[in-house]
């Protein structure tokens, strides 16, 4: 039902149902909001958002509260303004004043709200809580002193991931954001996936660096430092060197990686290929013994460390295969290291991937001596970004430089796995020529495309139908896991990443990431898949040269110990 | 420990969360405390995750998840009792017990507690030792209190 309200003495029309938030955004008038997160339920618990509605005697926070007809809402009125710089004000009592030093100063949610109600001195001396930074664990790191409590964290744990790794704890005053019995965020049901990063407007939240660790192995002449980058690095850069992500910008992002110091620089989607080959080899064994079926894909290390915390009998039901990271670092240490005449313990790799659980999966995954490790280690595109604003380098006008390893080849399918639903299309086309030892008629598989959290298709490969679905976001894959255990639904492989929409969305992605960011992610990959001659993964001749020359063929036992793990062993590779 | 939590858990259904609170409850009445470990069992058998569990009870004053000491010490910081100046005597009780409030001593011999009140408004300030109240307490009694179980316990 629509009818008119009047807003700052204007009238415009609303509908039954929606919130003042809401009416708002459509009109373009601008509340300050903390807590309000889109697509999530309302708490009202920062009070940021308050208006004055004629009548009500208190002010009201405009993002739960509904409109009737005929209300006269103030959004800023005096009153209006002034409560809310005390409310800023008050949040400020008790936060750190070390802007200049702070992780998030000049991209934070605290600071813009401090000027935005221009508020010039400290007008409140609250009392500090004492607690712990809580490092413990190899992604995330919380700094509980700087967190206002807006509980963004704790809903996107809650409702979008599923896992609830964090809450809020004690009352009042003495209320804080943390983890069961104070332990830290190692110890919990945590899956890094760093989408509380994402949504923390203040440096509360944060990812492991490991960006000084890499400074200094790029300064090392012992060392030879090379770089593996995720499929959706490319695009995601371009955003932060306001350049259009057009077909250069590979080249752009590997001149940098040069520039940089890095010796030489892979493509994961080249690993990817490899990890499709391996992997529709897997399935087809499965679909012929016909056991540990639906298979779900295991690439994104938060789901398989779900898996593994959470619902450990489903374990024989992931792919064997490791993760494209864990797989270029192996191919790297084990073989590609010689090739270049390198000792594998004075490679130093390094991986820039969209996300913070890769560096938790990289922690994990050592060489046989258990001594070293196949990835040494794993910056995010956020962290990548700082290094090439750290080394002076001017991305936008640099020289494109094609690559030059003989290992630079990829298909379009491994560049997929940068998006939910990637993955399963490039695999299906891959054992859709393994099955039959023809291309599919259309290569494209557009039900399994877009933003959205759960694709699924039916495809015909050979005279098998299999019936195939993408999720993304874990708590998604929660409820389809149930649904799969009481036999509601059956499928035949799942493919499963806990943040939505995929990589493109990570944890390790630019902070601040809209709808139209995700948008223009997700064309770029799709537009490597229009514009590339190599669209499957079999037809990638580096792929098929290291089957010639390295390799046993697909699936076979001996390539276990270089691209599969033992689920039983280690978990979470 | 295990037999115990497993007979309290069967008074209550499986995978409601009402019976929370009730359950908690009941394990600090026989434990003393809420220890870590029935905490996830209950949230196993509630269908909630370990955190909310702990974020719940961390929420209420009356969960405590460190064992009591031989001697519970509760003090009052009601209104009332506030105003016969109970913050002196939380602060000598920390002095001379050599435990924060909330706490447990090393040794497992003192625990202290604040109360937001003891409902004796009419006794203030009131101290409440394992289960018998003290009121009217003056700074003089409170320490001869303190000494009294010190010597008791040693």
Known sequence: MQFNIEINNQQYSAKRGETIKNVLDRIGIHVPTLCYMNGFSPTGGCRMCIVEVEGIGELVPSCSHLVTEWMKIKTHSPRVLKSRKVLVELLLASHPDDCLYCERSGNCGLQDLAAEMNIKERKYQGRRQKIQIDNACPSIVRDPAKCVLCGRCIRVCDEMIGVSAIDVIGRGTDSRIGTSYNKGLNTQTCVKCGQCIMVCPTAALSEKSNFHAVIEALGNPELFPVVQFSPTVPASIAEDFNIKASKDILNLLRAALKKIGFRQVFDASMAADLLIMEEAAGFIERLNKGDNLPMFTSCCPSWVSFVAESKPTFLPFLSTTCSPQQIMGRLIKNYIASSAGQKSENVFVVSVMPCTAKKYEADRDRMKDGSSRNVDAVITTRELVKMIRLLGIDFANLEPEPSDTAFGMRSSSGNLFGISGGHLEGLIRTINHMMTGQEMSTIKISELRGLKNKKEVKVKVGKTLLNVVAVSGLANAKTLVEDIESRRETYQIVEVMACPNGCINGGGQKLGSDEKNLKSRMKALYDVDDEEMIKVAHKNPIITDLYDKFLAKPGSERNKELLHVSRLKSATT | ?154
């Open chain 2, 1 to 154: 420990m295990k037999e115990l939590l497993a007979k309290i858990l069967s008074k209550y259904p499986a995978g409601k969360k009402e019976g929370l609170l009730p359950i908690l409850q009941e394990i600090q009445k026989q434990q003393g405390f809420l220890p870590e470990e029935l905490l996830s069992e209950v949230g196993k058998y509630l269908n909630l995750p370990a955190n909310k569990v702990h974020g719940v009870a961390a929420f209420y004053d009356q969960f405590r998840f460190r064992p009591l000491g031989q001697t519970h010490f509760k003090i009052c910081r009601g209104t009332a009792c506030h105003l016969y100046g109970s913050s002196n005597y939380l602060s000598e009780l920390e002095k001379q017990l050599k435990v924060k409030a909330g706490g447990t001593s090393r040794d497992r011999k003192f625990s202290l507690e604040i109360t937001n009140c003891l409902g004796a408004c009419e006794s203030a300030p009131v101290l409440q030792v394992n289960d018998k109240y003290y009121p009217h307490v003056t700074p003089e009694e409170l320490a001869k209190i303190i000494r009294s179980f010190k010597e008791k316990t040693e």
